[in-house]
Each structure stands twice: as structure tokens, then as C-alpha cells.
């Protein structure tokens, strides 16, 4: 009995596998951002973005100061673009009336991220999605290609006043599912995604296949991961813990 007691109080790794018993995961749920990390909305979103400025402000912006803003809420994006504060609203519309005309249009998945799902949910891993988008725009992109039923929860940009990268939508998708922040992890894209991570104390594991940033640019972050391609995302995910 005692041999049992030191190895549990050890912390050695395997101890408690060693007595059978199941350590507590640390990991529990798995969050994710929508854009540029489940869908691949890359080009409909620069679409949008170009036709909206044009049409509203008369000139244009290049891909790479459109790309440097995504990953917040569009109406602060617009605040950024806008000459002035009179022109946010009118671009915000004219953008949605241009992106949302078909919802599942000019998007596509990444392939192997749903047998990556498939894999998280096997393994027991709860998951949810964050994100800067309109709830119902992003559940029509995660039910067409089939991702919607891996979800618990999906909090878009309605289910929180202050926005990524201020944690509290990452607090409010975690209190939505009972759920403490530190068995989470969110996978983004995005500078703003890991910022918000690390402000709500979670964990993060940043992908670079959403083709707006860059490793070097999320390395810059610290994550608690990068991963490259969605071959990698279970694995990093269960070693964190």
C-alpha cells in the first residue's frame, strides 16, 4: 500500500497508469475559429472585401492589408478601412449583402480536417466553435461540408460584446458547455486567435493553412503548438495533455 501511495504522490509519468487508474485529462475541449481554420473562406472573404471597398469608399487595399485584419469582428476591420466612421456601417452592409448572397459559395474545406474531427471525437475530446462571424453564416459553411454535428456549441460574433483577442468569447463558449479554461484549447489561424487564447487561459495551437498568416507571424505569439497540416492536429492536441 505504500509502494502504491509513492508512486501516485511521484508525479513520475505513467504512474497512475501503472496502477490502473485513468489520469484526469487536462485537455478536455477542444475549441476551434471558423475561418481560415475549419473553412477555407479565403477567397470569398477578399472577394467581399475588395467589392466593398470600392464600392463604398471608391479605391481599393491590397491583399496583404485586407489579410493583416481578418480574425476580427468585421465591423471593427471596416473601422480600420473606413476614411471615416460614417462609412462602417454602409461597408459592413455592402460586404455582407456581397458575401452572404450564397453562403457556401467561393468556400471549400481543407482536406483531411474531417477525419481530423473524427479522430478528436473518437479519442473523447468535447469540442466547440469561436468565432468573429455571424452565428448562422458560419453554421451554414460547417453543415455543408459536414462539420456541424462535431460541435457543442457554435458562438459567433452575437454571443459576446467585446471580441477576439479579448478572451471573452472564448470565457462564454466555456461557460456555455461547464467547462473551466484551462482543460480548453484553441486551434486559429490568426494572431487575435492566440492572443485571445492566452487571455482567457487556455491553451492554443495555431494552424498555417488558412493562407492569411503565416508560421513565423504565429510563432510570434507563442502557441502552445503549430501545426502544419490536419495530419498533425490530433497528435499535437493529446500532447498537450
Known sequence: MQEKLEMMNSGAPGALEALGIAPERQVQVVFFDNDGTLVDTFNAILSSM???????????????????????PLVEQMR??????????????VYREHNECDLVDNISDFPGLLDALEQLK???????????KRRHVA?????????????????????STAHKPEPEPLLNAAAAISVEPEHCVY??????????AHA??????????????DG?????????AIVNDPAQLV???KLLG
Do not use: C
Not at 473518437?122 to 468573429?132: E, F, I, K, L
Not at 486551434?187 to 485571445?196: E, H, I, M, W, Y
Not at 513565423?216 to 502552445?224: D, N, R
Open 216 to 224: 513565423i507571424t504565429l510563432a510570434k505569439e507563442e502557441p502552445s
Open 200 to 213: 482567457a487561459g487556455m491553451k492554443s495551437v495555431a494552424v498555417t493553412w488558412g493562407k492569411f498568416f
Open 122 to 132: 473518437a479519442a473523447g475530446y468535447r469540442m466547440g466553435v469561436v468565432t468573429s
Open 80 to 93: 480600420l478601412f473606413a476614411d471615416d466612421e460614417s462609412q462602417v456601417d454602409t461597408l459592413v452592409t
Open 187 to 196: 486551434v486559429g489561424d490568426s494572431p487575435f486567435d492566440l492572443k485571445a
Open 139 to 159: 453554421l451554414a459553411g460547417l453543415e455543408h461540408f459536414g462539420m456541424a454535428p462535431f460541435f457543442e456549441v457554435v458562438n459567433g460574433v452575437e454571443a
Open 50 to 72: 475588395h467589392f466593398a471597398l470600392k464600392e463604398v469608399l471608391g479605391h481599393d487595399l491590397s491583399d496583404e492589408e485586407i489579410s493583416s485584419k481578418v480574425g476580427i
Open 235 to 237: 497528435d499535437a492536441i
